[in-house]
């Protein structure tokens, strides 16, 4: 059974940094893209970051770009974000996924909240 739990959102000033972890479990994640998403009140649900499992490489939505890297530890399978540079209209829940051709999962998500 595939988990995907993520912790470390919390409440932070403007400008501050969090760093966000996904601990994905129950398979082999080597052919999956992982990501990161997030949903404000009232707006859907929307892309962050993602990294490939086995080439790391890296992607990002135009908002966050410069401020947050999406990065993993294969030992530890987790993947992490870290947030940089915060703004107010960073405030979401976060949730991790795990994607592959026939296959997708999400985590239960983590809030994160930016005070101005």
């Known amino acids: 059974q595939v988990q995907l739990v993520e912790s470390g959102g919390g409440l932070v000033q403007t400008g501050g940094s969090l760093r966000l972890s996904c601990a994905a479990s129950?398979?082999?994640?080597?052919?999956?893209?992982m990501g990161w998403f997030r949903q404000a009140p009232g707006k859907e649900r929307e892309f962050v970051a993602a990294?490939?499992?086995?080439?790391?490489?890296?992607s990002y939505a135009d908002s966050v770009k410069g401020r947050f890297t999406i990065f993993r530890d294969t030992a530890k399978n987790t993947v992490y974000l870290r947030m940089n540079s915060l703004k107010p209209e960073d405030t979401a829940v976060y949730y991790c996924?795990?994607?592959?051709?026939?296959?997708?999962?999400w985590g239960q998500g983590t809030q994160v909240t930016v005070s101005s």
């Open positions: 996924s795990a994607n592959s051709a026939n296959r997708h999962y």
């Open positions: 129950g398979r082999t994640f080597s052919s999956y893209t």
């Open positions: 990294i490939s499992w086995s080439a790391g490489s890296t």
